[in-house]
């Protein structure tokens, strides 16, 4: 393992020499054109550079999920459950510096339909592929490059009419199953006898060690008990391996520590059952106990997808369905594949990581609306209309939250839906839904919006603003808890201790709740919280944060019903201050002119302000309205009124921004106490 000494400034930048997740593994949602096309992933797979892809089109009965390695070489794949190696022309054409190129085949290019892919590049402790020629010997021994014991095993045998053994640590030597069949683990001593941190050991099957035939294995490492080498200070672990036993109606599995992005996951005994390819997409829409989460994308062995009630949390995912592949009920027993979600590396500009988008509304269904990433889609959006009024305030849409159109507002406390109502719209591909922030039309990646009167994403002719985030380290994460009732800590992937966070339950009834280390003047702020729907002061509570503050990889909960009641489920978005990108802060008014000073040093693009000592709406303002000299328009979050923009109570300034003399007490009252969250131009 290789050690990296950590040198970080306070603006968060990345350590050279670290190990990255993104740069090997990636999870990408892309639309078909039927022309040829590049998908960009971030992971190199270039020149002597080695690794796989696996591509599924979503909804689809017809198209396998494939694998391309640039073991097997361009134009050829090996179908997850049948023969193989194929050729297939004009698939994918070559292995890039930032992801792939594809040609024009249906299997992974049908136009006007929807891909995953998943890729995985070889590094140590993470992925591998070996190739070997079989020799029927037994012990056989297997030179890998994985530097571990690996957790996974599939073997391709590079012939037809042969059997895919996968092993897991968790079936054990001699234990395999067949990644091209449905049935349980069973015993072949024949197969895998034992791996090592060099080599593992093959038996004499034939399907596994035939001489007459050559094979390809991928290799997957295991981190359940630590030994990661990830991240700045090279010591994440990003991989786990669970056994789910005895599943319920509430089945959570935490035992992965962090929260993934992909799973693969198999019944291993008690039934027989699908293998399932899950990754955290934003695919389908459920609802369970208040959860409106998206579903995951699954994949049975026939190539087939559908969505499963299953959401990711802070600390490993949710499962709520019985009787399914991924989830049997007494005796079943399914093993779980883990990779946490990849963002590791912090952003170096503002505009990675948040984009403020103007739009007019021109009432048409399905309309993709781009929000200024580059072919990568937000994490978080706030939308609403500028010049009406919007009975729902800014709708938010996370992609922990909106499978099926579900969106939060922030002028009230209920989670709102807009199922088959044309507002926040699922994307689709071949009949099958999957997150409105999914959304791709051509070099647009943003959501999918319709024409609903009621809800207003693209309603009429309004005029209409956007404001988006991506989760990146000591700027801004998202992600989500499932509520005990009972104290506890919820991980995050800030890296810093949050500065402002905000709890949303995705029950109907429950509060915004936000801390911001300013309240109360910074002392015990973990004693206070705000609600983001109205215009109240600081409120004193013990059981929203339980007088705990948050630290560098998570949050406590109390026992109030705003942020950890049982058996619901809650988005948490968490703000940070980093450098030159990035500031929490507060202020205490004059009612004169007020130079806040931010560390910007091109001004301020997005301002969010909120009066605590005393009643106080939320005002936002931003760069893409207009944030100059004179009027500047602003909205109120916790209201439902239009922008207002014959006002002058805030000015440009390069540090960060000026709270004027003729400002609102709202904004500044002598010896009022604000706090807000500014982003740099």
């Given at each position: 393992?290789s ?8 603006a ?6 670290a190990?990255?997740?993104e ?7 892309y639309?078909?054109t ?14 002597d550079?080695?690794?796989?892809i ?10 396998y ?5 640039t ?16 050729e ?7 292995f890039?510096?930032d ?5 024009s ?6 136009a006007?339909r ?19 020629d079989g020799?029927?010997?037994?012990p ?12 996974m ?5 590079q ?13 054990g ?6 990644l ?11 197969t ?7 080599y593992?050991?093959l ?13 390809k294995a991928?290799?997957f ?10 991240g ?8 786990g391996?669970?056994?789910?036993l005895y ?5 959570t ?13 198999k019944?291993?005994?008690g039934y ?8 955290h ?9 208040g ?22 949390i ?17 005796p079943?027993?399914t093993?779980y594949?883990?990779?946490k979600?990849?963002?590791q590396?912090?952003i ?8 403020a ?10 309309r993709?609306?781009?929000?200024g ?11 609403r209309?500028?010049?009406s ?17 579900y969106f939060?507002h ?8 807009a ?21 791709i ?7 999918t ?7 207003r ?9 956007a404001?988006?985030?991506k ?22 992937y800030l ?22 280390k300013d ?5 015990n ?7 983001l ?10 059981t ?32 940070a201050?980093q ?17 806040v000073?931010?560390?910007?040093n ?5 301002l969010?302000i909120?009066?605590v000592?005393?009643?106080?709406d ?5 760069s893409?309205?207009?944030l100059?000299?004179g009027?500047?328009?602003?909205i109120?979050v ?6 207002v923009?014959n006002?002058d ?6 540090s960060?921004?000026?709270?004027t003399s ?6 500044n009252?002598?010896?009022g ?5 500014a982003?740099?131009?």
């Amino acid at each position: 393992m290789s050690l990296v000494t950590k040198t970080l400034n306070p603006a968060g930048s990345s350590v050279k020499g670290a190990k990255y997740l993104e740069d090997y593994f990636s999870t990408v949602v892309y639309e078909g054109t039927g022309s040829a096309k590049t998908v960009k992933t971030g992971v190199d797979l270039s020149g002597d550079n080695r690794g796989a892809i696996i591509i599924t089109e979503i909804g689809s009965s017809a198209v396998y999920a494939t694998v391309f390695s640039t073991e097997y070489g361009i134009n050829a794949l090996h179908r997850m459950n049948s023969d193989g190696p194929n050729e297939e022309k004009n698939s994918v054409t070559s292995f890039d510096s930032d992801g792939f190129s594809i040609g024009s085949s249906t299997q992974v290019n049908r136009a006007g339909r929807f891909y995953i892919a998943t890729t995985f590049k070889c590094v140590e402790n993470f992925f591998d592929i070996v190739s070997y020629d079989g020799d029927s010997g037994e012990p056989r021994s297997i030179k890998h490059n994985l530097k571990t014991a690996p957790a996974m095993i599939w073997t391709f045998p590079q012939y037809t009419g042969s059997t895919k053994y996968v092993y897991t640590r968790m079936t054990g030597a001699g234990d395999v199953m067949q990644l091209n069949s449905s049935g349980t683990e069973f015993d072949n001593p024949d197969t895998y006898i034992n791996g090592g941190e060099n080599y593992y050991t093959l038996g004499d099957d034939s399907d596994i060690n035939n001489p007459n035939y050559s094979y390809k294995a991928f290799l997957f490492a295991d981190h359940s008990y630590g030994g990661g080498d990830f991240g700045e200070n090279s010591d994440e672990n990003v991989t786990g391996t669970v056994n789910g036993l005895y599943g319920s109606s509430n089945s959570t599995v935490q035992q992965f520590q962090f929260e993934p992005e992909y799973i693969l996951c198999k019944t291993r005994a008690g039934y027989t059952g699908n293998w399932a390819i899950i990754t955290h997409n934003g695919y389908g829409g459920s609802s369970h106990s208040g959860s409106n989460s998206p579903s995951y994308i699954e994949y049975d062995s026939s190539g087939t997808a559908s969505a499963t009630s299953c959401t990711a949390i802070s600390d490993g995912f949710h499962k709520t369905t019985t009787g399914s592949d991924q989830n049997r009920t007494s005796p079943g027993v399914t093993v779980y594949f883990g990779i946490k979600r990849a963002k590791q590396k912090p952003i170096e500009t503002a505009s990675e990581g948040f984009q403020a988008t103007t739009y007019t509304a021109n009432n048409a269904d399905g309309r993709v609306v781009g929000l200024g990433f580059d072919q990568t889609h937000p994490d978080v959006v706030w939308v609403r209309p500028r010049v009406s009024v919007d009975s729902y305030g800014f709708k938010v849409a996370s992609k922990h939250s909106c499978g099926n159109g579900y969106f939060f507002h922030t002028n009230g406390n209920s989670h709102s839906v807009a199922i088959n109502s044309d507002a926040l719209m699922p994307s689709k591909s071949n009949g099958q839904n999957f997150s409105p922030l999914c959304g791709i039309n051509g070099n647009d990646y943003g959501m999918t919006v319709g024409n609903d009167a009621s809800y207003r994403f693209n309603y009429s002719n309004s005029a209409m603003i956007a404001y988006a985030w991506k989760r990146s380290p000591y700027f801004f994460d998202s992600t989500k808890h499932y509520g005990t009732g009972v104290v506890k800590k919820v991980p995050h992937y800030l890296k810093t201790a949050p500065e402002m966070f905000m709890f949303k339950s995705e029950h109907s009834s429950g509060d915004w709740a936000v801390y911001h280390k300013d309240l109360n003047s910074g002392v015990n702020p973990e004693q206070y919280y705000l609600r983001l729907h109205t215009n109240s002061a600081e409120i004193l509570s013990s059981t929203h944060w339980n007088d705990t503050p948050p630290s560098s990889d998570s949050i406590t909960v109390g026992t109030d019903y705003d942020t950890n009641g049982d058996n619901y489920f809650y988005d948490m978005f968490l703000y940070a201050t980093q450098a030159g990108i990035s500031k929490v802060g507060s202020y205490t008014g004059t009612g004169n002119d007020l130079t806040v000073d931010c560390g910007f040093n091109s001004g301020t693009q997005f301002l969010l302000i909120k009066r605590v000592d005393s009643t106080g709406d939320w005002y936002v303002f931003d760069s893409k309205r207009g944030l100059t000299t004179g009027n500047v328009p602003y909205i109120k979050v916790n209201g439902s009124t239009a922008e207002v923009t014959n006002t002058d109570y805030i000015d440009p300034d390069d540090s960060g921004f000026i709270v004027t003399s003729s400002a609102t007490a709202d904004l500044n009252a002598s010896g009022g106490r604000y706090i807000f969250y500014a982003i740099a131009q």
